[in-house]
């Protein structure tokens, strides 16, 4: 028997992965948040670790319009930074293999 892997939609490409290669974006009561574990509560919204599918959420307001609320630049800046990281981390990994 197959185990069952869930998959979501990436707000800025459109393309369905499964949950643990998205970047989940989070609206609670108290902000808007990374949540790279994806266990916070909250509205959530996924986002490929690329880059590319932050712009294209940016352009097309995948994240406000899933999150139902307006998003600061200040915000995009730091996921821009945290998904930079991401890639550099993901590169040393296939290096050092």
Known sequence: MQEFIPHRKCVG????????ELLRIVRTDKGIF???KQ????RGAYICKDLECLKLAMKKKGLEKSLKVNI????YEKLEEFLKKLAVKS??????E
Do not use: L, Q
């Open 72 to 75: 600061s630049k200040d915000f």
């Open 34 to 36: 990374i949540d790279s």
């Open 91 to 96: 590169f040393d990994a296939e290096v050092w």
């Open 13 to 20: 490409c459109m393309s369905i992965k499964p949950k643990k």
């Open 39 to 42: 266990k916070m509560p909250g």
